[in-house]
């Protein structure tokens, strides 16, 4: 049986689904697909909790790490891409309390062999339920997301209640109230100075930049309006960038700023709604994705490779388990996107619209 995907209500799930107002779809969200730098294998976790390696060059599949004793949904692999980090996080909860105490801790291990490196200590910390426990629980599990695409001592880490940068020279943990960006993964500003987040609120929401010595510095607010889909985003030295079915806007992290511009997408129609257009680097084509309504109330999900310039398409796939931009993961030099879906598994995709990987669940 599948291990459950994250709960709605985990603060990973947030980091997983980005916009709440845009993301929130009320389905699950699928793990994530971490590549190396060189774009030549990708690395992820499947249901027994174990930690794979598939080269795409070789076509082969290795497990790196039997068991991680964690439930980290998503690890993170270093810059340099010879290290992976999970996190084990526990809950424990005494009936009748308003008070959980939590235990977290990092755990590292070589990208290639799968050897365990080194661990950090278990840190402790105290939130406030709000209400009573209904129950005693006595170290609970709780789902992780990582980050490690900043600098080598610094990871990113969202579960167990609380967000945090570990900073692994000084072995501490600095609490920020944010939530890292997640789109493709890349929520680090290319010149590694700091991080883009945000704070769903009910009018919009709030973004914020992060230093590595958790200083906030906020940008501004955003709405989504009620049929917006976002369905490209990119890093424009400080500037981030989201393409969506209505407008670009630019969050500059550097002015502390939010414009927009009215631009509307260059796609071919196809049948279904306008989910995703992901363009590969050095092509002319982009990677669409559509969603197509079912009779049944559910949906079924087009993936395309398009030209629109030459007005040419060309369907790669049917799929039907699909969670809108959060379930692609471009590959470092933007040539290939992997996408997790959850009738068929990990499908890799290049430019041409060939499958050059399809790694059953």
């Known amino acids: 049986m599948a291990r459950p995907l994250l709960s709605i209500n985990t603060p990973a799930r947030m980091l997983l689904l980005g916009l709440a107002s845009v993301l929130l779809t009320g389905c699950s969200t699928p793990d994530v697909i971490l590549w190396t730098p060189d774009s030549s294998s990708i690395i992820y976790s499947d249901d027994a909790g174990r930690l794979i390696r598939y080269d795409l060059k070789r076509k082969a599949r290795k497990i790196i790490v039997a068991d991680t004793k964690t439930d980290t949904p998503w690890p ?16 424990s909860e005494v009936k009748g309390s308003r008070e959980a105490k939590h235990k977290l801790q990092l755990i590292f291990y070589d990208s290639l062999s799968g050897e ?21 629980t006595e170290d609970r599990q709780e789902e992780a997301a990582l980050n490690w695409s900043g600098p080598p001592d610094k990871v990113l880490v969202v579960g167990g209640s609380g967000r945090w940068i570990y900073d692994l020279e ?24 700091g991080f883009l987040a945000f704070f769903p609120t009910k009018d919009g929401d709030s973004f914020v930049f992060y230093d590595w010595n958790g200083w906030e510095t906020s940008i501004g607010k955003w709405k989504a309006k009620q049929d917006e889909q976002i369905l490209h985003c990119v890093w424009k030295k400080n500037i981030y960038q989201m393409s969506t079915t209505h407008r670009v806007v630019s969050i500059d992290t550097e002015n502390r700023k939010i414009t ?28 669409c994705v559509f969603r197509q309504s079912k009779k049944d109330g559910g949906s ?62």
């Open 116 to 136: 365990k490196l080194s661990e950090t200590k278990v840190h402790e910390y105290t939130t406030n339920l709000g209400e009573p426990a209904q129950r005693t």
């Open 300 to 361: 079924r999900y087009h993936v395309e490779i398009q030209r629109p310039l030459l007005k040419q398409r060309k369907v790669v796939v049917t799929i039907q388990g699909f969670h809108i931009i959060s379930s692609l993961f471009p590959s470092p030099d933007n040539k290939l996107v992997a996408i997790r879906c959850s009738d068929k598994g990990i499908l890799v995709i290049n430019a041409e619209g060939e499958i050059v990987a399809n790694i059953a669940r």
């Open 76 to 91: 993170a692999i270093s810059k340099d891409g010879k290290k992976l980090a999970v996190a084990n996080i526990t809950t």
């Open 260 to 287: 927009e511009r009215q631009v509307k997408p260059n796609f071919l129609a196809s049948s279904g709604e306008l989910m995703v257009a992901f363009p590969f680097a050095g092509s002319d084509s982009q990677l």
């Open 170 to 193: 000084k072995d501490n943990f600095i609490p920020i109230q944010g939530y890292p960006f997640p789109i493709y993964n890349r929520p680090v500003r290319p010149d590694g100075k």
